[in-house]
């Protein structure tokens, strides 16, 4: 009986994990953990994917991590990483670069968890990442629409205005042209009846 318990349970695990697995694929997201005692960095198979790590390493140093990040961002990281175990926050989150070797760059969100001893020491990082780039593609399009739009309608506007001086010069002249018309209509019929 024992055994039969034991082994719907083993079951339940490995389909609860697979659940997972399909489920960081289809969204995109990976768990990681990073042991700050030894600085390695455990990774779903999600997350290995995610942030590159080559050959579907599910474990590597956090040096290699960064050496992979865009170098700008992996001071960033750095620092923010820093200020955030001296705090007393307990999470934060970090953007970052990643370009690959075909000269794409990944764009790369992460939520991190400090967990702490009893002394409120940090000990650990958690977090899970995911890739943002089809969002940021998404989000540099709009922008670019939107500059688009933008223009168009100084365009217009400048087109309205354009039309608007052109009319009030067009019925300027014509009012122009027919009130001297009619100035010398009453000119000549003033001379007419005087004489």
Wanted: net charge positive; aromatic share 6%; hydrophobic share 35%.
């Amino acid at each position: 009986r024992f055994e039969i318990a034991r082994q719907k349970n083993l079951e339940k695990i490995i389909e609860s994990r697979e659940l997972m697995k399909a489920a960081e694929r289809l969204a995109q997201f990976g768990s990681w953990e990073l042991n700050l005692q030894t600085l390695i960095i455990k990774c779903s198979e999600g997350a290995s994917l995610i942030l590159d790590s080559g050959h579907g390493e599910t474990m590597f140093s956090s040096e290699k991590f960064l050496n992979k990040i865009h170098k700008e961002d992996a001071l960033q990281i750095k620092a923010e990483t820093t200020k955030a175990l001296r705090s007393r926050v307990n999470s934060f989150r970090l953007n970052f670069r990643m370009p690959n070797k075909n000269g794409c760059v990944k764009y790369i969100v992460t939520q991190q968890i400090i967990k702490r001893n009893e002394q409120q020491q940090a000990i650990c990082l958690t977090g899970f990442c995911q890739d943002i780039t089809e969002h940021k593609k998404a989000e540099k399009e709009l922008h670019a629409r939107t500059d688009e739009l933008r223009d168009l309608a100084a365009h217009l506007q400048n087109i309205r205005e354009e039309e608007r001086a052109a009319i009030a010069r067009e019925i300027h002249d014509e009012l122009g042209q027919q009130l001297t018309g009619l100035k010398m209509d009453m000119s000549w019929i003033m001379k007419k009846m005087s004489t």
